[in-house]
């Protein structure tokens, strides 16, 4: 979450100083800034997930068809295992090079199998979680 709340002050303050916007409009993104931060933390703590794996739960549960066959109890497991896998196989460069890619996607589409994921819905929900597992790294890089 202190990633993405750096961007987003990062990028409001950068549309003040462009003149994209107002005084009053970056205090009204500040002001929904900090309802999301307070709201991503209760849903953390509710869901018992962290930062990285409600990123990875989010994705998952994007497909509803999911969340109805697996719930929400099975879709924690998933979020939770694919956090770890991803870290621990991270690899330099890995969001440039296609073959520590393919392994990525290949180690996803085994946990998703494993715990019964939709297989109609395995590669959509393949490729967003490598897409929110890339901004994590980054997001990570940054800092």
């Known amino acids: 979450m202190e990633k993405t709340v750096v961007l987003l002050l990062e990028n409001a303050i950068a549309k003040y100083y462009n003149r994209s916007i107002e005084t009053i409009q970056v205090i009204d993104e500040l002001i929904k800034i900090a309802k999301e ?28 068809s999911a969340v109805a066959v697996l719930g929400n109890d099975q879709l924690r497991m998933i979020a939770q295992e694919i956090a770890k896998s ?23 589409k085994r946990i998703l199998r494993k715990y ?9 929900a393949t490729e967003l979680v490598l897409e929110q597992a890339e901004l994590i790294c980054r997001a990570e890089d940054e800092t």
């Open 37 to 64: 931060m307070r709201e991503t933390n209760t849903r953390e703590d509710k869901l018992g997930l962290s930062e990285d794996e409600v990123a990875f739960y989010d994705a998952l549960g994007v497909n509803d």
């Open 86 to 108: 991803i870290r621990n196989n991270i690899k330099i460069d890995w969001v440039i090079r296609e073959n520590v890619k393919a392994e990525m996607r290949v180690i996803v």
């Open 116 to 124: 019964g994921y939709p297989p109609a819905k395995q590669a959509q």
